[in-house]
């Protein structure tokens, strides 16, 4: 997974010298590259490690944590970096402006269903919520929802498991779909806050809710305007 060259150079902040990249593999055992080589693919594909996932995601966090150099210097060749969060978040993201990396277009209705979770999320941890896992109901995201003011313009309930389903897939949140309807819960993972840029999320909301107010029934072909979020393009 590794280059074997000891040269090799990458530019941020001017030219550094990557040998130590080797010097730092080197003093893994093997069953720690094997992890390395694990939290990579998983960083890769998902973008996100969360701590409080799992006994597998915890030991992946706490391993990215004690070698975050290591994962930087190799993850830059790519055109990545990492940031390790205090509350047990992982989050790959880009480091060059030339590569097209690390986005998940989401259809319009996706992304209000995003915003209205952050949305969500953001008001029960600054209200002082002391609970470990952050959660909301579905009750409380219809009532989110609501206030978008749809119109008809989106079959919400056929729609709306699809889109966590794929929240879900990049450890945003998780759904147990297994409980029964008034016990389900949907648990907000921390990685929701970084799944968006707020500047420009601010403006698509804006956009959106005018646009939703001002219009009648339509067909799901509204959903064509996308917007660019966190999260592996597929």
Known sequence: ILSNQTNLRFGIGGQKKMSTINEMWDDLTTSEQLV?????????KETFI???IDDDNRKMFFFVKSNEGLFSDYLNLMGFDIVVKDNGVVMLQNNSVDVVVSKQRFNKFQSIILCCLWTLYMDKVQSGSLSKQITTTFPELNAELEKFEFKGAFDVKSNLKTALQLFA???LIFVNWNAPDKERLIVLYPSIQ???????FATFVTSVRERMMNAGPQSEDVTDED????????
């Open 169 to 171: 897939r990049y450890n």
């Open 36 to 44: 390395f080589k694990k939290c990579c693919r998983r960083l890769l």
């Open 194 to 200: 970084f799944a968006l840029d707020e500047s420009e």
């Open 50 to 52: 969360v701590r409080d």
């Open 227 to 234: 917007f660019d979020a966190e999260g592996e393009e597929e």
